[in-house]
């Protein structure tokens, strides 16, 4: 099998898995911290990455998006919990793997603290400090990389500063690194032109700068450290045509032309969005209203635009990823 870094340099475009929290709610499972399933339901969480492999994805990614210990103690959980959640979930996904008998990759998945760092708040008043934002990602990092996750994927960063702050601890392992904001609907007055921002205002052009510059990292430009850069889920809750995959393909075209105006060498571009925008049924449950059938039909639409590492976030699952695998599929 071939390492990571020499599968991403192979042209051929990767596929990624969908939702995990979703997938959980399917099957009947509603927690606090999604986190939790590791330890409550080890064959559910063992048999939702299997199912994804089944699909065709070519990687997964570890149920750690809120094992972060301040997650854990906004849940009511111990913070000690943490460590012991992240290493059982690499034991589920590596089980699901060797039972699938296929190569696929291990992406450790690091999402956003609960609420705003120091970095853009101010202070830590209304801010969860820096050194604790470090601190959090770093002690997830350090459980992943010692469980042999292929990457890191840093995703749903509502911050840029966040996402180098997390990025300047996670570098110390040597691992590659795939970073993604997730985006809304804005535009510039003056021009007209729409821009894809996070809620703290910043664009994919900001993501870069912030990294380049090394303001979260003593002056280190962390872009070196970066292999991949995309977005994924969609923050966006008013426009259905900046949600699903037209959000998807617009933000990658954003993104590319953002390092194209940089004159940097050329990174791989992801981009798993949701499945479409979220609603609320008669229950007041919330769905997503993107079909498998109707993303898959994008799928050409968002690899031409440049995204290389493809998958679903928010309310896409099994059936989704495999539309997708037919869908590359029939274009390879």
């Not at 919990?81 to 296929?102: D, N």
């Not at 956003?112 to 008043?125: N, V």
């Not at 990294?211 to 969609?234: F, M």
């Amino acid at each position: 099998m071939k390492s990571f870094l020499e599968r991403i340099a192979d042209d051929r475009p990767l596929l990624y898995d969908g939702g995990f929290g979703t997938e959980l709610f399917v099957r009947g499972i509603e927690l606090a911290n999604s986190a939790l399933a590791n330890e409550l339901y080890p064959d559910i969480v063992r048999d939702i990455h299997f199912d994804y492999i089944e699909a065709g994805a070519e990687v997964v990614g570890t149920n750690t998006f809120v094992a972060s210990y301040p997650h854990l103690e906004m849940a009511g959980k111990d913070a000690s919990e943490s460590e012991q959640l992240i290493r059982l979930s690499l034991e589920h996904a590596r089980a699901a793997i060797e039972r699938s008998g296929r190569e696929v990759y291990l992406a450790g998945s690091i999402g956003p603290l609960p609420g705003a760092i120091e970095a853009d708040s101010g202070d830590t008043e209304f801010g969860i400090a820096n050194s604790i934002a470090r601190d959090a990602h770093e002690r997830v990092g350090t459980v992943l990389a010692a469980g042999g996750v292929d990457f890191f994927c840093v995703e749903t960063m509502f911050s840029a500063n966040e996402a180098a702050l997390a990025i300047d601890v996670l570098r110390q392992f040597g691992l590659p690194i795939a970073v993604n904001q997730t985006y809304k609907y804005t535009k510039d007055r003056a021009t007209g032109e729409v821009v894809y921002k996070t809620d703290w205002g910043h664009s994919a052009a900001d993501l870069l700068e912030i990294l380049a510059g090394g303001a979260q990292s003593g002056g280190g430009d962390l872009l070196e450290h970066v292999q991949i850069v995309g977005l994924n889920c969609g923050a966006e809750s008013r426009r259905d045509e900046h949600t699903g995959m037209p959000y998807a393909i617009s933000g990658i075209g954003q993104l590319k032309r953002a390092m194209e105006a940089r004159a940097e060498e050329p990174k791989r571009m992801m981009a798993y969005p949701n499945a479409g925008k979220a609603r609320l049924d008669e229950q007041h449950r919330t769905y997503y209203d993107n079909t498998p059938e109707e993303m898959a039909a994008s799928v050409p639409n968002l690899l031409e635009a440049g995204a290389f590492f493809i998958g679903g976030c928010c309310g896409t699952g099994v059936a989704h990823i495999r539309a997708f695998r037919e869908a590359m599929d029939r274009m390879a």
